[in-house]
């Protein structure tokens, strides 16, 4: 007697993940996406840079492939002969014998002009410079990729930076969703004057741009701080996923499944989110990977502006804003930094989106 072999056909996570797993970009990206997740467990968990904080480094020290940069002159006298004589000044000679009085005697300063401190300053300058150099005992001159104004490694930096702000961004685009799917659901399912009322709320949010809208909800808020821009994201950003759960909940609540669960007895509550949810998933889950993208984003734009992390919390957003009054002086190091990491997970989860979308979409071959 044969056995009767039962070919059961696969899902749709099953046909997705083949669909994913055959192309190499995605995976690729899934890699760069995880390998960021895994830092920001660790960082977290304090099993990594957690002394991230510590002054380990020479103020603005470069990264270790540019080398020590050279030092600035000493004293005030060395300042004033690196200056290049001027050929049309007919002071000229004059300045000359002026820089070498005071180079000899340090009584006169470089416009000619005596000083009656000048041995008092040379004693303060003196007893600065023993405590600057006994402060920066042990720092080192070069790191991997240098240091900032405090001294704080900036590939750390990077590092503790990149767990607030992918927090920020999985965490507001998890409540965007949420309220998204939940408003759609809603507003689909039902309709009529609940449609109606939720159309309104989406005209009303949908009206403004959404950045002026996110820096009002701030302007409102007063507050600085991870729970802060949580909720001015994800409170701003439910728009997209309701506008499409809601078709989605229109085309299906019409279906035979949907029809067969209402004769057998099955609660609204049960149809709208065990029954027609499952088969509208996939678009939440794309939503969700588009929107930690944009929010990562946003909340780099908000740091930079002022209104995103307080002080003594390190985020991507807040090195850039750092970063800006550090190029006047040169120091370029910690804008790379922080924006090498953002451009490596926004590319990567947009190449990943774009592939999970594909791969959920039962009509692309």
């Known amino acids: 007697m044969t056995a009767i072999v039962h070919n059961t056909s696969p899902g749709l996570w099953r046909l997705a993940w083949r669909r994913l797993r055959a192309d190499r970009v995605a995976m690729a990206s899934l890699a760069v996406v995880a390998a960021f997740l895994l830092m920001l467990v660790l960082s977290a968990s304090g099993l990594i840079v957690a002394d991230w904080e510590d002054e380990v480094g020479v103020n603005y020290a470069p990264p270790g492939f540019v080398g020590a940069t050279r030092t600035a002159p000493a004293t005030a006298a060395q300042a004033a002969q690196a200056l290049p004589d001027n050929p049309f000044d007919p002071l000229a000679d004059d300045i000359r014998a002026l820089r070498a009085q005071m180079a000899d005697t340090g009584a006169i300063d470089m416009y000619g002009v005596t000083d009656p401190l000048a041995a008092d300053m040379a004693q303060l300058r003196a007893d600065g410079n ?16 240098g240091a900032d104004k405090w001294g704080h490694d900036i590939l750390k930096k990077t590092i503790k930076g990149g767990e607030t702000s992918i927090v920020v961004g999985l965490v507001a685009a998890l409540l965007a969703v949420s309220l998204g799917s939940l408003f759609g659901a809603l507003s689909g399912y039902f309709g009529g004057v609940v449609d109606d009322l939720f159309n309104w709320f989406y005209s009303i949010f949908t009206a403004i741009p959404s950045v002026l809208m996110i820096l009002a909800v701030a302007a409102v808020l007063q507050q600085k701080g991870v729970a802060t ?19 989605e909940y229109i085309k299906h609540k019409a279906r035979e499944y949907v029809l067969a669960a209402d004769a057998i007895g099955a609660s609204h509550w049960r149809r709208m989110f065990v029954h027609i949810f499952p088969n509208v998933s996939h678009v939440a889950l794309v939503q969700m990977s588009i929107l930690v993208v944009g929010f990562i984003k946003a909340e780099v734009i908000l740091s930079f502006l002022g209104f995103g992390v ?11 804003n750092e970063a800006q009054n550090e190029l006047i002086l040169g120091r370029w190091w910690q804008l790379t930094a ?12 947009s190449l990943f989106t774009d592939a999970l979308r594909d791969a959920l979409d039962p009509k692309v071959k």
């Open 338 to 349: 922080a924006a090498i990491a953002m451009a490596l997970l926004v590319t990567a989860f």
């Open 310 to 320: 307080p002080v003594g919390v390190v985020s991507w957003g807040s090195m850039l």
């Open 130 to 145: 023993g405590k600057a150099a006994h402060a920066g005992a042990g720092r080192l001159a070069t790191l991997p990729f």
């Open 229 to 247: 821009i949580v909720l001015i994201l994800g409170l701003t950003g439910w728009t997209g996923p309701y506008r499409l759960i809601r078709a």
